[in-house]
């Protein structure tokens, strides 16, 4: 399914907030006999702060109630021992947020709670769906503005009107959902895992002594000590009870189409999909973007973090020497403090510093994973100039960024997608670079050692496996009368 692409937005390359895709949120969900759940689940956001940095929260039921706490901010801002203290029980739901349907407010942050009867229901929610326009028209104006609050009214409806447990309640109105949605859900007794039948984004189970583990990614499980066991199939919901647990398939059809930016830039590289290392993959990127783009130079230069795997497996193919050329200042979280406008225009130095003892003279190999928008690149490629680089040549672990993502990701709008209307040459004298050349999409989809048909490429290829939208839907429901 393609489109013409609309001429892209200039002014979007001057603004620094447009400077990445935001990250898919992350999910987590604990159950156990004897276990503080509420604090496992700090810990397991902790993990995963990166999927989300605009808001988090914990649902936790001691078995008779469920206690809701979210706010926005980082993890460590929005809970600390006390807060954690009055959150008593053995059942908990987490969430770290990146708005991608509806803004960045209290009311759209997660776990979204509702009660029912003497019970109640907290969900999380990773992905986008795809047909929020229609449950909203059905399920009537809300409070918060998110596809993810449609799906917890849908469900809560489904078990007060039908007086239905949350399994069939489910069970009825998840093939009613299109997109993407990765779920944690959790009654006063049940925790529930849920993947879409296409398997947009990642869901991994583990055990941690007598305890059942749920989580975006296995580095959460790793931080709790937690053994990892599988990851949940597309389609699939596993449940868990004291009782034990037990899978099922609600959905008539099913696929695999993991979204592809996830072994690009979402994951931590310490996580496993798919069987691999992201690491190790993303290494092997770099190896082959080193095959398919030779060059002449003096160094290679990672941009830190997500681009140091492929910078190292580009090193050890073309030869050119490993070396850190610029710093990354770890202590730069979300801000809610707005910088003078002569401090937007260079934001990206908040976050990184070129060394010129190291870039100074050389003809530099800057290895990044992915472009998007293109304003912190052009920032990146500006300081390296300043810092006295003799020349840059800019190699992209994945290939042009042409598309938007209805699945997760926030490029809804393609006019601010910086290769969507530019050639590969244009590319390179926008950014004001000596060469450019990006992975192309066969070879990014073998470094996965993965079968291509595995994955979601829609960004990339124009190539989308479900309907789509007509109008970028972050703000729908915001906007909708």
């Known amino acids: 399914m393609n489109c013409e692409p609309p001429p892209v937005n200039e002014h979007a390359l001057d603004d620094p907030s447009l400077e990445r895709p935001g990250e898919a949120c992350g999910v987590f969900g604990i159950m156990g006999p004897d276990i503080d759940a ?161 398997g947009f984004r990642p869901l991994c189970l583990g055990t941690l002594d007598d305890n059942w583990v749920l989580a975006s990614e296995t580095a959460a499980l790793d931080i709790l000590g937690a053994t990892f066991v599988r990851e949940i199939a597309p389609g699939e919901m596993i449940l868990i009870t004291d009782q034990g647990i037990h899978s099922r398939f609600p959905f008539n059809d099913t696929g695999h189409q993991l979204c592809i930016f996830e072994f690009v830039y979402f994951a931590r590289p310490d996580s496993i999909l798919l069987g691999n ?123 042009p960024y042409r598309w938007p993502c209805y699945y997760g990701m926030d490029t809804g709008d393609r006019s601010t997608l910086l290769a969507a209307d530019h050639t590969i040459d244009e590319i390179a004298e926008i950014l004001g670079v000596d060469s450019i050349a990006y992975l192309e999409l066969d070879a990014l989809l073998r470094a996965t050692g993965t079968p291509t048909d595995a994955f979601c490429t829609a960004c990339l290829s124009g190539n989308y496996p479900t309907s789509i939208p007509d109008v970028d839907g972050k703000f729908l429901l915001e906007t909708s009368p």
């Open 277 to 399: 290392t992201v690491h190790s993959t993303r290494q092997e990127m770099g190896r082959l973007l080193a095959r398919q783009a030779p060059v002449e130079a003096d160094i290679t230069v990672p941009v830190p973090e997500s681009g140091i795997p492929a910078a190292q497996g580009f090193a050890e193919v073309s030869g050119i020497p490993y070396t850190d050329g610029l710093v990354k200042n770890r202590y730069v979280g979300r801000t809610f403090i707005q910088p003078a406008q002569a401090m937007r225009e260079r934001g990206v130095r908040m976050k990184l510093n070129a060394m010129a003892g190291i870039v100074g003279g050389q003809r530099v190999v800057l290895v990044d994973d992915s472009i998007v928008r293109g304003s912190t690149t052009r920032q990146l490629v500006a300081m390296m100039r300043e810092a006295g680089a003799a020349e840059i040549h800019l190699r992209i672990s994945s290939p």
């Open 38 to 198: 509420a604090r496992m689940a700090y810990f397991g956001l902790f993990a995963l702060q990166h999927r989300g940095q605009e808001s988090a929260g914990i649902a936790v039921s001691n078995g008779t109630d469920i206690t809701v706490y979210k706010d926005l901010g980082l993890v460590a801002q929005v809970f600390d021992e006390s807060i954690l203290a009055g959150l008593a029980g053995n059942l908990a739901v987490g969430h770290t947020r990146y708005s991608t349907t509806g803004s960045n407010k209290w009311e759209n942050s997660q776990p979204v709670f509702r009660h029912i009867g003497h019970n109640g229901i907290a969900l999380a929610h990773n992905g986008n769906l795809t047909n929020t326009s229609e449950l909203a028209e059905e399920l009537g104006p809300l409070a918060a503005t998110t596809d993810s609050e449609l799906m917890t009214e849908a469900i809560a409806r489904e078990m007060g009107d039908a007086e239905r447990t949350l399994e069939e309640a489910l069970t009825t109105v998840l093939p009613q959902f299109e997109g993407a949605f990765t779920l944690t859900v959790m009654d006063q007794a049940t925790l529930i895992g849920i993947r879409d039948p296409r």
